[in-house]
């Protein structure tokens, strides 16, 4: 346990310089100091997947049941995600909104991590820790496509008013944040479509039934309909560029209120803990 | 002399004449009072750089050099030269290696042309301490403006900033196709920009179909007439208008078509014509986007704004090196009693040793190395205070006073002293004239 401790907390640190330094790098206007951001930032990441591993081994039932660990999870899974596209292409300045962002995430999780998570009977077993992980690693990369687009929408916005704002010259171009936008989309879409119907599969197990009409379901069906309509216009209309940007910041809304929001304004049956 | 100085009638006679550079600095090492010596010749400024023995005559050798060279009567070009010295050249030099004194601030050209022309110096063993130490900080200086600056990032022509802008929407203009209608200047040299920064394909459309050929084999791409503009507005992803088509020669709906066949790809269009050749309608179109000359007028503008406030952070960088530099030349006028104040020391312990040789020579192996090692330790000590003192003095104006008193206090100049006044102090003779 202690070693656990001494990761997350070497992880969490180092989100913390990677995150600190993507910022100075915006202020001071030197890559140089991005560039070792992602390192930092890589660095964080490998730490970060020890300590999954290492909390897997002990644990012994999978390393995403509790809320704590699906967001120290989550953060991972956008990390992950985002240095593969850094070494795809040259998109540096997405890394100060995804540092941030997995810092933020691995403080929250550090709230609960040290109370011991007693994990209620029906969550044991194979297909939850399998929905957990496709539907935060979908989630992760949909959260990706949301960031690209909106950065799409700001270089779109620039470039059409004719003039540059001051940040403008880091935002990397148009066609590649469309290709992050358009990856992340596809892969995300992939990986939370996987997530659903593990839960389902689960639900049909231990309820009865795979669908209740639950808020929950409900909100996440809808935000996985936007994403069917996005997918679709993308692949078969050739959707590109503006509104496909759009449309993926408009899913990902949906889908954050039936992560994070449902929980506030009704009463779900997807509450465990 | 530059470009503010001389006009192009004489930089132009005087870079003919000087376009053998290795001529020019054998005919320079051979003048009289001069040490050390730089030849820089560019198509907008000639210099010489030099270290100067004797300042007024080294100065009048180099102004006659010049005029000989550029083959000017001496009245006509003296006008066009400046002359600088010290810190002043020094500055000079920081600020032509960093491009703050290039007719278009910021091009990386100089910097290059500045290392050739030190290579030069080297090769013909022009350069010495003083001329290498003084380039690369030059060098250095040139690197942090680069870095620590945004002088060299913005556009500030036209057709420079159609590629800026190009690769904002198209990441690498790798593969692009870029389709030409029309012609003029100011749109073949964005058409040659692009290509230069990686364009793959160019297609020529103009009205009358021998002029396309023509300027598709000088760009060696595709000629086209105006019938089948819709057909390659499809394959191009960078438009670039400039007919004298009054009325609009892209039509929106020709956008809109265009887009639809090229699957929504992204397309950037540039009308630098006037009256418009491209309907500004087609710039509200999701996925096209449209810049005229104006707005690309502004975007220079702008541009050129921004590099006046960065080129105010480099002068300030410059000015910072330019006293790293001068502290570095003080440190050097002390350098040399310094030096001789130790040569004393050791002629002294050397002298000693020879006196005490006959007691010495009894002593034991490791004994004698302890009683040399104790001797030295001894002189070191107390040469220690005032080395230090004149190194402190050279950085605070005091290095006269010091010096004639350590070599007062140390009998430095007095007869048996074997390095005299002759070669120290006066390194500050440098001097830079510069002529183009």
Not at chain 1, 48 to 72: C, D, N
Not at chain 2, 70 to 83: A, D, I, Q, R, T
Not at chain 2, 131 to 159: C, M, P
Not at chain 2, 388 to 407: C, H, I, M
Request: hydrophobic share 45%; charged share 20%; glycine share 8%.
């Amino acid at each position: 346990m202690i070693m656990e401790t001494w990761l997350f907390k070497a992880a969490l640190f180092a989100y913390l310089v990677s995150t600190a330094g993507y910022l100075v790098s915006l202020l001071v206007r030197r890559v140089s100091v991005a560039r070792i951001s992602t390192w930092v930032l890589f660095a964080a990441f490998a730490i970060h997947t020890l300590f999954i591993i290492g909390r897997w081994r002990l644990s012994g039932q999978g390393p995403v049941i509790t809320l704590y660990e699906s967001l120290s999870f989550l953060a991972w899974a956008v990390s992950g995600g985002y240095l593969v596209f850094q070494t795809m292409t040259k998109t540096r300045v997405l890394g100060a909104f995804v540092a941030p962002f997995s810092f933020l995430l691995m403080m929250a999780t550090s709230l609960g991590l040290t109370g011991e998570n007693v994990v209620p009977d029906i969550l044991r077993g194979y297909w939850v820790p399998a929905h957990v992980f496709f539907t935060l690693t979908g989630e992760a990369l949909l959260v990706l496509a949301c960031l690209a687009g909106t950065m799409y929408l700001l270089q779109d916005h620039a470039l059409r008013r004719k003039t540059a704002f001051r940040f403008s010259r880091y935002l990397p171009s148009l066609r590649d944040l469309d290709r992050i936008n358009h990856l992340s989309l596809l892969w995300g879409f992939v990986f939370f479509t996987v997530g659903i119907i593990a839960g389902a599969v689960w639900a049909g197990a231990v309820w009865g039934r795979p669908w209740q009409w639950d808020p929950k379901q409900v909100f996440t069906l809808l935000a996985w309909v936007l994403y069917v309509i996005l997918v679709h216009q993308r692949l078969a209309i050739g959707w590109k560029g503006r509104k496909a940007a759009f449309l993926s910041i408009l899913a990902f809304a949906v889908l954050l209120f039936s992560l994070a929001g449902v929980h506030a304004f009704f009463t779900t049956v997807h509450d465990f803990f | 002399m530059n470009h503010k100085t001389a006009p192009v009638e004489i930089r132009e006679r005087l870079a003919l004449s000087c376009d053998d550079p290795s001529r020019a600095i054998t005919t320079l090492r051979s003048l009289p009072h001069l040490r050390e010596v730089l030849y820089l010749s560019t198509c907008n400024r000639v210099e010489v750089l030099a270290d100067l023995q004797d300042e007024t005559r080294g100065i009048d050798r180099i102004k006659a050099f010049i005029f000989s060279h550029g083959n000017l009567p001496g009245e006509e070009l003296e006008s066009c030269l400046y002359v600088y010295r010290g810190d002043t050249a020094t500055r000079h030099l920081f600020r032509v290696a960093s491009s703050l004194d290039s007719m278009v601030m910021g091009e990386p050209q100089i910097l290059g042309q500045v290392k050739e022309a030190y290579r030069m110096s080297v090769e013909n063993g022009t350069s010495g301490l003083m001329i290498n130490k003084l380039l690369h900080h030059a060098f250095r200086v040139a690197k942090r403006v680069r870095t620590e600056t945004a002088i060299a990032f913005n556009a500030v022509s036209v057709s420079y900033a159609a590629v800026a802008l190009a690769k904002k929407i198209f990441g690498g203009l790798g593969g692009k196709t870029v389709l030409l209608i029309g012609a003029g200047e100011m749109s073949e040299l964005a058409a040659r920009h692009l290509l230069k920064n990686g364009a793959g394909r160019i297609i020529v459309a103009n009205r009358t179909f021998e002029n396309a050929v023509r300027l598709a084999e000088e760009f060696q791409g595709v000629a086209t007439g105006f019938d089948a503009l819709e057909e390659h507005l499809k394959e191009a992803d960078i438009v670039i208008s400039s007919t004298g088509s009054a009325g609009f020669v892209v039509t929106a709906d020709m956008a809109r078509n265009a887009l639809r066949r090229r699957k929504n790809r992204l397309l950037f269009l540039i009308d630098i014509a006037v009256p418009r050749d491209i309907d500004p309608a087609a710039g509200e179109i999701d996925n096209v986007y449209l810049y005229n000359i104006d707005h690309l007028q502004e975007i220079v503008d702008e541009n050129l704004k921004n590099r006046l406030e960065e080129s105010e952070k480099a002068e300030r960088i410059v000015e910072e090196e330019v006293i790293r530099f001068a502290e570095w030349r003080n440190t050097l006028e002390v350098v040399p009693t310094i030096r001789s104040l130790k040569d004393r020391a050791d002629a002294i312990i050397h002298g000693e040793m020879e006196k005490s040789f006959s007691w010495i020579r009894e002593l034991r192996e490791e004994d004698r190395e302890r009683v040399e090692i104790l001797v030295h330790g001894v002189v070191n000590k107390i040469l220690h205070g005032p080395v230090t003192s004149l190194k402190e003095a050279s950085q605070n104006d005091g290095t006269p006073v010091y010096v004639a008193a350590v070599r007062d206090l140390f009998h430095l100049d007095g007869p048996g002293s074997e390095s005299g006044r002759q070669d120290g102090g006066k390194t500050e003779t440098e001097e830079k004239e510069t002529s183009s």
